[in-house]
């Protein structure tokens, strides 16, 4: 997958990441400029995978294994 260069965009505020019945629900405030958002996922803060991408201010992540610690970034 090709993430295309961010130019001006600012790193999206205010995330949040809770945990809910087998997923983890995320969400941040807006990033000026921004037509969607990457979410990306990793198990040790060093290597990220992307796990989806959405214009939403909001994702679900419904394949987050229970007990596991993740770290994201949007």
């Keep these: 997958m090709t993430i295309p260069a961010l130019g001006n965009v600012v ?11 087998d997923q ?13 958002y990457y979410i990306n996922r990793s198990v040790d803060n060093v ?16 394949t987050a294994a229970v007990g596991t610690i993740y770290y994201y970034t949007v």
């Design 11 to 21: 790193t999206p505020v205010n995330f949040l990441a809770t945990s809910a019945q």
């Design 24 to 36: 983890v629900l995320l969400s941040w405030g807006s990033s000026p400029l921004a037509t969607s």
């Design 47 to 62: 290597v990220f995978t992307n796990i989806g991408q959405t214009s939403s201010l909001q994702y679900s992540d419904t």
